[in-house]
């Protein structure tokens, strides 16, 4: 809805969140909300404020500092006909509890033979660039991609933090929504409706006619800067977000390989055993007799997040990284 400006309404990516927490607690009376501190704090990020208070304690609970028990708690209520918001706050803290999202969650609506579903929906954070450190500061998207059975989506923008939060809580399988710590303050235009952003379905968030860059997270705001300097020396790039990571929406890379002939697939992720290596994998697969370079990747380095914020910054991807990598793929003189 716009306002009286006609302008459309902004929302920060951090009040996004919020607003389709609200909205799935409204529409499904078997919704319930579990993690650290998010009840009377309003979560370690903010974005559920207010939320014990609309909804009650028998709704939105504080949970002890147990990640793996967070998630039995969401895969056993899933299973007894409850639909779960898990919070786990850093993606990185995914490893207590690998057993129970491995092992349970991704597994266990195909063991039962369908007959036990996992309306899950896990929401975590992830991103260097707030000078957290190693153990605060990772992108670990490919761990939970490797697993037959999750869903994993991750948000650029506040519309597709909403609307993949929604999509995710109308599933009846287990959606992992990876969100950007970085991202909380960016503003965008939100819908007031309810509306569910569709998993599995790319965006291109850039049109272009000879360069293709597939990109997802904090990178694809990275991706749209660089192909407006790459503009500069003749090269249009058309930018994707993939935003689906699990399942992906090969069908829309390929379709635009197959239109611009030059790609590159850049994330925040090391980019050793990235899941960059992946969908170059596919686009070479697929699209290879359509190719007039190798398909590049952009990643971190093979290294810990760095906590010294000079190191940091030198360590995560941006968009110079992104137009240095494709000056010297094309061998284009800057």
Same mark, same amino acid.
């Given at each position: 809805m716009a306002d009286q400006n006609n302008k459309p309404r902004q929302l920060t990516y951090v009040m996004a969140i919020n607003e389709a927490i609200r909205t799935v607690m409204q529409e499904q009376p078997n919704a319930f909300a579990a993690g650290e501190d998010i009840g009377g704090a309003g979560g370690v990020y903010g974005y559920y404020n207010g939320i014990q208070e609309q909804f009650g304690t028998d709704r939105v609970y504080d949970? !002890?500092? +147990?990640?793996? /028990? *967070?998630? /039995?708690?969401?895969? /056993?209520? #899933?299973? =007894? /006909?409850? $639909? !779960? *918001?898990?919070?786990?706050?850093?993606?990185?803290? @995914?490893?207590?509890?690998?057993?129970?999202?491995?092992?349970?969650?991704?597994? @266990? $609506?195909?063991?039962?033979? &369908?007959? #036990? =579903?996992? !309306?899950?929906?896990?929401?975590? @954070? #992830? &991103?260097?660039?707030? +000078?957290?450190?190693?153990?605060?500061s990772q992108s670990l998207e490919a761990w939970l991609c490797h697993l037959p059975g999750l869903k994993v989506v991750m948000a650029a923008t506040p519309a597709d933090a909403k609307g993949l939060i929604i999509a995710a809580a109308r599933d009846d399988n287990p959606v992992i929504v990876i969100m950007m710590k970085t991202l909380l303050a960016l503003n965008g235009e939100v819908p007031e409706d309810s509306y569910a952003t569709p998993i599995g379905k790319a965006n291109i968030v850039r049109p272009g006619e000879n360069y293709t860059i597939v990109t997802w997270g904090r990178m694809v705001h990275e991706a749209i800067t660089a192909a407006e300097q790459l503009a500069r020396s003749g090269l249009d790039a058309e930018v994707i977000d993939a935003r689906s990571l699990q399942p992906f929406d090969t069908e829309t890379v390929i379709a635009s390989v197959r239109k611009t002939h030059r790609a590159m697939v850049a994330h925040e992720a090391v980019r050793y055993g990235g899941l960059g290596g992946e969908v170059a994998a596919q686009i070479q697969e697929l699209a290879f007799d359509d190719l007039d370079a190798p398909v590049a990747r952009v990643g971190a380095p093979f290294a810990p997040v760095p906590f010294s914020p000079v190191l940091e910054s030198a360590y995560v991807p941006n968009a110079e990284t992104i137009v240095a990598e494709v000056r010297s793929q094309l061998r284009i003189e800057g």
């Open positions: 949970t !002890p500092i +147990s990640e793996k /028990g *967070i998630v /039995g708690l969401g895969v /056993g209520a #899933a299973a =007894t /006909g409850c $639909r !779960p *918001i898990l919070d786990l706050m850093f993606i990185d803290f @995914m490893g207590e509890c690998m057993d129970e999202v491995a092992n349970q969650l991704a597994k @266990m $609506r195909y063991m039962f033979g &369908g007959s #036990a =579903t996992l !309306p899950v929906t896990l929401l975590t @954070m #992830a &991103g260097a660039g707030a +000078s957290l450190a190693a153990q605060h």
